[in-house]
């Protein structure tokens, strides 16, 4: 009897454990969905997680290769798989003890976008010509991925969304800026594109940088342990790394489009270390070097004291830390000094792409950036400023308004400029013997200073003083 029940225990305990090894399911984080777009010509990683002693195999639908492997003790895995040139849609057939296929996936150019909400504004949130933009938002090889909002105090490994079509009813809740440069790829370049926003309104560059990055920097410790909490979002390091970017790792993309830097205004000083630190910890997570381009703040009041234009300027100084970076400049595309979010959006999109067609695609001639202080020389009491990104340096107003010269005394005059070819040569009679000279210095200050590209010239000032 005893010997007829332990058999029967043995039975039991053989059927519960077959039924959960059946049940044992290939689980994807939310990054791998249907109409998903793979980066083309590399090798892509795809991971998820199941029980440890099943091997999971991956066929893609562009190949009659297969790639498997067999994960360790803690069930997860990442199996590197070829992409062709763009094209699709395919399947991916995954299978261990369970099969998931993913269907209608294209192969073509991959970008993240984020920064905090003028990154995030929508079509819906208004902007210029709203209702026929989004009807005309009917682009079925450009796909759509929006990251949910969450916050974390450890790097996660799931988050939240899905791919989508872009569609009208798709198009009018994601991010403005990053369809709109989508969208210019994607009828330059004649392929898929797919578009990830991961993006939080009202949020500082350090709840976006990862954790350890900024402790070891003392000024950037005191900054980030001095922040105010707010009750729109997190404001502490790392937290929205943790929650809205970590997951993303390490998912290949061409490259990242960052429009923040309002949340630091008050700490211009140290943002362009602050940037520097967030981009190479990202990169150092991905693993590669990918473009990295920003977009400069637009004019706004930010309650005096040059605060506003100090981060453009941290934007501008910036560059010089990030390789393989670039910015684009707002300032003109903005009539309302009173609104911290431009509307034209359009423009922003297309600057955007003009500079990754230009530098990461080499589909477009001409110019992606507004002007750039080079080289400052100074002689007999005048200020030579050489520029690049220059030829057509013109003014749209006569005389050239926005240039001051201070000299020993810290004290800043107005001063007359003239433009010599790729250079303004600026000089001021209250101001014999000048040491410091400034651009556009003013929160809302508009550019009068363009290419023949029409961009406009960064404000800039050349002396390191203490600002108000």
């Known amino acids: 009897m005893k010997a007829n029940s332990a058999s029967r ?12 090894t059946a049940a044992a399911n290939v689980n994807l984080p939310s990054i791998f969905s249907d109409h998903m777009v793979l980066q083309r010509n590399t090798e892509v990683p795809i991971w998820g997680f199941s029980k440890s002693s099943e091997t999971i195999t991956v066929q893609p639908g562009w190949t009659e290769e297969s790639y498997s492997m067999t994960p360790g003790p803690q069930g997860t895995w990442t199996i590197m798989v070829p992409t062709p040139e763009a094209g699709g849609p395919y399947d991916i057939t995954i299978s261990g003890y369970s099969t998931v296929v993913l269907k209608d996936v294209l ?3 991959v970008w993240l976008v984020s920064g905090q909400s003028n990154m995030e504004w929508s079509a819906s949130s208004g902007i210029p010509n709203a209702e026929q933009e989004i009807a005309g938002a009917d682009y079925p090889e450009i796909r759509l991925f929006q990251v949910g909002n969450a916050a974390a105090t450890s790097p996660q490994q799931l988050l939240f969304g899905n791919w989508e079509v872009c569609t009208p009813e798709s198009m009018k809740t994601f991010s403005a800026a990053g369809y709109f440069f989508g969208r210019k790829l994607h009828q330059e370049l004649d392929i898929p594109i797919g578009v990830i926003n991961s993006s939080w309104g009202g949020t500082p560059a350090e709840a976006w940088t990862p954790a350890g990055r900024i402790e070891t920097y003392p000024m950037l410790r005191e900054i980030a342990d001095r922040m105010e909490v707010v009750p729109w979002g997190p404001v502490e390091t790392a937290r929205l790394w943790n929650g809205m970017i970590a997951p993303l790792v390490p998912f290949r993309m061409a490259g990242v489009l960052w429009y923040q830097g309002e949340a630091n205004v008050g700490h211009a000083g140290t943002y362009d270390d602050l940037l520097a630190e967030m981009v190479d910890g990202w990169r150092k997570a991905w693993g590669y070097d990918f473009p990295f381009y920003l977009a400069q703040i637009a004019p706004w009041t930010y309650g005096g004291n040059d605060q506003g234009v100090a981060l453009r300027d941290a934007q501008r100084r910036a560059l010089h830390l990030i390789p393989n970076s670039g910015m684009i400049m707002t300032s003109d595309i903005t009539d309302d000094v009173t609104d911290i979010h431009p509307r034209n959006k359009q423009d922003v999109g297309k600057r955007f792409a003009d500079m990754a067609l230009k530098y990461v695609y080499g589909a477009f001639d001409g110019e992606a950036t507004g002007p750039l202080v080079n080289h400052v ?17 013109h003014s749209r107003e006569d005389p050239l308004p926005g240039f001051e010269l201070a000299g020993p005394d810290r004290v800043f005059h107005p001063a007359t400029a003239e433009i010599d070819g790729n250079s303004v040569m600026v000089s001021s009679p209250d101001v014999a013997h000048p040491v410091a000279v400034r651009y556009a210095w003013e929160d809302t200050a508009f550019p009068q200073l363009f290419n023949s590209a029409g961009l406009p ?12």
């Not at 039975?11 to 454990?17: D, F, P, S, Y």
């Not at 010239?457 to 108000?468: E, K, Y």
């Open 9 to 20: 225990l043995l039975v039991i305990m053989a059927a519960v454990l077959c039924t959960l």
């Open 107 to 109: 192969i073509g150019e």
């Open 377 to 393: 020389g100074i002689h007999d009491g005048t200020v030579r400023i050489e520029f690049s990104h220059a030829d057509g340096l």
């Open 457 to 468: 010239a960064s404000s800039f000032r050349t002396d390191d003083w203490p600002l108000p």
